[in-house]
């Protein structure tokens, strides 16, 4: 999480997971707050321009004499959300309207030794007071969220990073790899992670058991061989082009449930993204292929996430226009022996509304949206999209890739349109503040299975130290 440099969310931000983090040292100005607090480098207050502020020796406590990068550091988060709701899962299955509050804190300590060994260890304890529908990523009343040592090397002509132990892992925009920082829980995963970075070239290689929320007694979140998710991944800067990364992963899910078939999920994925920015332009492009099995049928899967938007960088409150375009495929015949139901793996509820009216599953998805910047810290954004299915013979789904009763093989293709506005202030290095109304106008395809329209609301405060 950010309290100083994260605008949070929306969906634009959310690749502040896997960038690589640029602090000041000795130039006389503060790391930021970041939104992974394990790559801030607070060493520069070893420097005594560097400007001080309340609790600092917290901030940093020498360990050497001789060495400033070797210290210990404390920090701290808490994020407190008011939520209104008044069509979880569109109302279909007699669910209620909910008002509540979902509130989450977070507390860290981090060790480095010599800029070249870290051991950082980040603990949560998660709420969800007036909350009447409970889900797994809503309450964790004291847990471990991170744990892990890494150490980085220079080796030949680049640099080798490893990690091993309780972690966060987020993909570019986490469309389909995340952090999840939209629900109370954060998705951890318990991983081996080394990569390796020369120049213009970056190669990855990861293995993880997915950490699952339990909740029944504190320190009881586990991980097992029943969900892993491992790959290898490779990374090359194109100058002008931005940036192409492409992953070969492999992902597997004993019990999977789906409305058409339910067994052991073994899914083998490809993913390719160009991102990039120039000339007052910007666009991220990403696709991902899955193959492999499930309960006896193939898997062949799809799913394609686009943005692009130009800024006006000479007119005032410097407007961006924006267009996203987005689909993934259904299951299109249920008794063909071939599977379609894309998987998103672990997506981020930001990349499309706060709302989790919308899952990337069976959908085809249309957003043109005008961003503005009234002030330097304050970005406000409309947007409006329609949405269809891609198959009729599949499901509706919510967020991530929950069916909504009674659609698949029903209905029309069209799902509906939604309008959404965003605003975000960062009011102080430490303190930020965001709200987001969504009106989602359902289409017939929903509305005969008791479905109704539905608001969203949500009003956020989050302060990092």
């Not at 509906?416 to 975000?424: H, I, L, N, S, V």
């Amino acid at each position: 999480m950010r309290a100083g440099a994260i605008v949070l969310c929306a969906v634009a931000l959310a690749s502040v997971s896997d960038a690589r983090a640029q602090v000041a040292s000795g130039d006389g100005e503060r790391p930021s707050i970041m939104f992974n607090r394990w790559q801030e480098d607070w060493s520069v207050l070893a420097d005594p321009a560097v400007p001080r502020e309340p609790f600092d020796d917290l901030k940093y406590i020498p360990l050497s004499n001789a060495d400033p990068k070797t210290y210990l550091s404390f920090g701290a988060d808490l994020r407190e959300r008011f939520e209104a709701n008044d069509a979880v899962n569109f109302g279909v299955g007699g669910t209620k309207a909910q008002e509540y509050v979902i509130s989450r804190m977070e507390a860290d300590a981090d060790l480095r030794i010599h800029d070249e060994v870290q051991a950082f260890v980040q603990l949560q304890s998660d709420f969800a007071p007036g909350k009447t529908i409970i889900t797994p990523v809503d309450r964790n009343r004291l847990d471990l969220e991170q744990a892990f040592v890494a150490i980085t090397e220079k080796l030949g002509p680049g640099t080798f990073k490893f990690r091993v132990g309780r972690q966060q892992i987020g993909f570019d925009l986490q469309r389909f790899i995340s952090v999840r920082d939209g629900p109370n829980i954060r998705q951890s995963y318990d991983a081996l992670w080394a990569d390796y970075e020369m120049g213009a070239w970056r190669f990855t290689s990861f293995f993880s058991q997915p950490v699952q929320d339990r909740d029944l007694r504190a320190f009881d979140d586990y991980s097992s061989e029943r969900l892993t998710y491992g790959g290898f991944r490779v990374e090359r800067k194109l100058g002008g082009l931005g940036v192409v990364t492409t992953t070969l992963s492999q992902f597997k899910q004993d019990g999977a449930r789906f409305p058409a078939v339910a067994g052991n999920e073994y899914r083998d994925v490809l993913d390719t993204r160009l991102a990039g920015a120039a000339a007052s332009f910007d666009w991220d492009l990403e696709a991902m292929g899955q193959g492999g099995h499930i309960a006896g049928e193939q898997i062949r899967a799809w799913a394609l996430g686009s943005r692009a938007g130009y800024t006006f960088d000479d007119i005032a409150w410097t407007p961006r226009l924006g267009f996203q375009l987005d689909a993934a495929s259904g299951n299109s015949n249920p008794h063909g022996g071939t599977f379609g139901t894309f998987n998103p793996l672990f997506p981020n509820g930001y990349y499309v509304t706060l709302s989790g009216y919308t899952g990337y599953t069976n959908f085809v998805h249309a957003k043109p949206s005008i961003t503005l910047t009234p002030a330097k810290a304050l970005t406000v954004m409309f947007a409006g999209a329609a949405q269809w299915r891609q198959t009729m013979a599949d499901a509706v789904y919510t967020q991530p890739d929950i069916p909504v009763a009674g659609t698949a093989g029903h209905g029309g293709q069209y799902t509906g349109t939604y309008f959404q506005t965003r605003a975000d202030w960062q009011i102080t290095p430490h303190i930020a503040t965001a709200l987001e109304a969504v009106r989602f106008n359902i289409a017939n395809s929903i509305r005969e299975v008791g479905g109704h329209d539905g608001n969203y609301m949500g009003l956020e405060v989050r302060v990092g130290w």
